[in-house]
């Protein structure tokens, strides 16, 4: 059982796993907008050694605001207005990622760099 948000409950369980085998980021698209997660627990909470999330439903369908900040603790960037797409280069230790814009694809709206996390091989 977690206490995570009703919609998060169902992916808590994967998230959990995910971290445990040091994976760095997720991508969902079940929303259309954009929003970056800052490293968190599979509960939603602020983790420095946690997992990056990024939602990137910004594809074509209408955009929409969200009723209430579900992940305010933890949201670094939500936009509701900008039709893009999610640019994600990964390297041996670190990953980057770019927001661009259509219509505008040579420029990130946002974008950032962080480390991997280390991850348990056996």
């Known amino acids: 059982k977690t206490d995570a948000p009703v919609k998060q409950q169902a992916m808590a369980e994967i998230e959990e796993l995910l971290v445990r085998n040091g994976a760095s980021l997720i991508t969902n698209g079940h929303d259309h907008n954009f929003e970056e997660l800052a490293p968190h627990d599979a509960n939603g909470k602020f983790d420095a050694q946690g997992i990056r999330s990024f939602v990137v439903g910004t594809g074509g369908r209408k955009l929409r605001?969200?009723?209430g900040q579900r992940w305010k603790d933890i949201s670094r960037v939500f936009d509701a207005e900008t039709y893009g797409i999610l640019r994600v280069e990964l390297f041996a230790n670190r990953y980057s990622w770019a927001f661009l814009p259509s219509g505008d694809a040579s420029r990130a709206k946002?974008?950032?760099t962080a480390p991997c996390r280390k991850r348990?091989?056996?």
Do not use: D, F, S, V
């Open 110 to 112: 946002y974008a950032g």
């Open 120 to 122: 348990n091989i056996n």
């Open 65 to 67: 605001k969200l009723k």
